[in-house]
Structures are given as structure tokens and as C-alpha cells.
């Protein structure tokens, strides 16, 4: 009984958590980190997506510019565009290529007309040269402007037709 009417000591041990200035220095950091983080991540997605873009682009334009020039170089006859002249549409032998509604498209004989270009991609500014000599096979410039997204580039091709 006489032990506990005698004052008890109190052994001060450091308090756990965090100060207010603390916390506050802690707000201010992250409020200056997060949108730089953020910023970051958004420029890396943006930039995935219009490299994404870049290679798709390339890739259709490559395949509809190969087509074209390999259809010329097996071509017999270039009827359209003149001699000298440019034209938004080629003709060589039965075969017409021309743009439609931004695709590439390309007609054989009676053939129903096909897209050469996918659905998803943007042609405009299709230009054909003819800038054969008199007396010689052939030369055809092909010029077109393909886009996709925000990504949109000018595509150069030329090819001559083979001599029989």
C-alpha cells in the first residue's frame, strides 16, 4: 500500500511519427516529383505511339510503292500519264492505279477495283511523271503523301518499264 502512494517516474522515450514540418517538406517534394513523373510517362506513351505510327506508315508505304513500280517494270505500254506530262492517275497496259477516297487503288481489266492501301491510313497528293524520251521504254515517277495518326511523310518511287 505504501508503494503506491509514492509518486511514480516517468521515463520520457521519443514520440513516433512525423513532425508537421515534416510532413509539409514531404507535400512540397511530391508536389514538384508527381508531375514531373507524370509528364515523363506521358511524353514516353505519345512517343510509342507515333513511332508506332512511323513503322506502320513506312511499312504500307513501302508495300503500295513496291507494287506500283514492280506493275510498271513488268508493264508493256505506258498510256497515261503523256509523255513529258504528270497525271494523278497511271495507266500501263490494262492496269490503272489512282487515289479514291485517300487509298491507293489499282484496277485490272474488268477486274473489280481493290484498295492498295489499308483502310487505315491516309493518301493524298498521289502524283504519277512520265519522263520517258521519245523512242525509249519508259520512266515513271510515283509521288504520294501518306498519313497515319500524327504522323505523315512524302514517299518517292520511280521505275521504268523493260524493254521486250
Known amino acids: 500500500m505504501i508503494k503506491n502512494l509514492l509518486p511514480t517516474t516517468y521515463h520520457l522515450q521519443p514520440e513516433k511519427g512525423f513532425t508537421l514540418i515534416e510532413v509539409l517538406i514531404y507535400l ?3 508536389a514538384v516529383v508527381v508531375p514531373l513523373l507524370l509528364n515523363l510517362f506521358d511524353v514516353t506513351v505519345s512517343s510509342g505511339a507515333l513511332n508506332r505510327e512511323m513503322r506502320e506508315s513506312r511499312a504500307e508505304a513501302s508495300r503500295a510503292l513496291q507494287i ?5 517494270r513488268n508493264g508493256s505500254e505506258l498510256k ?3 509523255l513529258g506530262a504528270g497525271a494523278s492517275e497511271l495507266q500501263i497496259d490494262d492496269k490503272r492505279f489512282f487515289l479514291e477516297s485517300g487509298q491507293i487503288k489499282i484496277e485490272e481489266g474488268a477486274a473489280a477495283v481493290q484498295p492498295l492501301t ?4 491516309l493518301v493524298s497528293d498521289l502524283q504519277f511523271s512520265n519522263f520517258s524520251r521519245f523512242g525509249t521504254a519508259g520512266l515513271v515517277t510515283i509521288r504520294f503523301k501518306i498519313k497515319r495518326g500524327d504522323y505523315e511523310k512524302i514517299y518517292y518511287g520511280a521505275a521504268a518499264l523493260r524493254r521486250n
Not at 68 to 72: A, C, E, F, G
Not at 118 to 121: H, N, S, V
Request: net charge positive; glycine share 6%.
Open 118 to 121: 489499308a483502310a487505315g491510313f
Open 28 to 30: 512540397a517534394v511530391m
Open 68 to 72: 506500283m513500280i514492280q506493275m510498271v
Open 80 to 82: 497515261k500519264p503523256a
